[in-house]
């Protein structure tokens, strides 16, 4: 069935550097939602990419979907401690999202 | 945060017994879901709801089942639990206008369930 790789599993950074988070899939995309899940709480929604090639930026998040539809990134400009959690790309199904298996992020402070 | 309350937001209990967790909210959305998230898979689709009495099965529907009488109320029950069922359980809302994108969708606080 439908399913979105995300890679990688775990991130450690020390506070300053740059994390990227990779969300893969092998069929075409309608579109993509990111969500961040802080430790001991719920997911919450990001942003939505819908156009191919997009980019869309939060502050010290970028967010990017690919030529092709297949994939997307994240990347943190300059982590901080407050970016601690886990990081979810999510693939519209009918109605449903189909979650990526996230990207834990560890900031070293 | 958008109006989801789960109850209750802890439960331990023992395999073999059923348990009803609720899922309640006042934003007066069409759709809501129930997921279950475990360390390495993420969060998985168990049921979800779109509209009183209209629901349908997720990823990983066995052994659950799902009722909503009320557009408020999505109860989830584990007829028999099992240690298996030990987890984290989610609500989500969502608004999901027909023919459009899946909408954003909002979670609720989690419900912690141990399953002896």
């Known amino acids: 069935g439908q399913q979105v790789m995300q890679i990688p599993q775990y991130q450690h950074v020390q506070e300053g550097e740059d994390f990227t988070t990779y969300c893969n899939s092998s069929t075409t995309l309608s579109n993509i939602q990111w969500y961040k899940q802080r430790p001991g709480g719920h997911p919450v929604f990001l942003i939505q990419l819908v156009k191919s090639g997009e980019v869309k930026k939060q502050k010290r998040l970028t967010f990017q979907f690919g030529e092709a539809k297949k994939n997307s990134s994240l990347h943190i400009t300059a982590t901080q401690t407050t970016d601690v959690g886990t990081y979810f790309c999510a693939q519209d199904s009918s109605y449903k999202l189909i979650f990526g298996s996230g990207t834990r992020l560890l900031v070293r402070p | 945060d958008a109006g989801i309350t789960q109850s209750p937001r802890h439960k331990v209990t023992e395999t073999g017994t059923p348990v009803t967790l609720r899922c309640h909210q006042t934003?007066?959305?069409?759709?809501m879901y129930w997921y279950r998230q475990d360390p390495g898979h993420g969060l998985r689709l168990i049921h979800y709801s779109y509209g009183v009495k209209d629901t349908d099965k997720g990823e990983v529907s066995d052994g659950y089942s799902v009722s909503r009488s009320k557009t408020e109320d999505f109860l989830l029950t584990l007829e028999s639990a099992t240690s298996s069922q030990t987890s984290v359980y989610f609500c989500a809302i969502s608004g999901s206008n027909e023919g459009v994108s899946t909408d954003t969708q909002y979670f609720g606080p989690g419900t912690r369930l141990t399953v002896l």
């Open positions: 934003e007066n959305h069409r759709y």
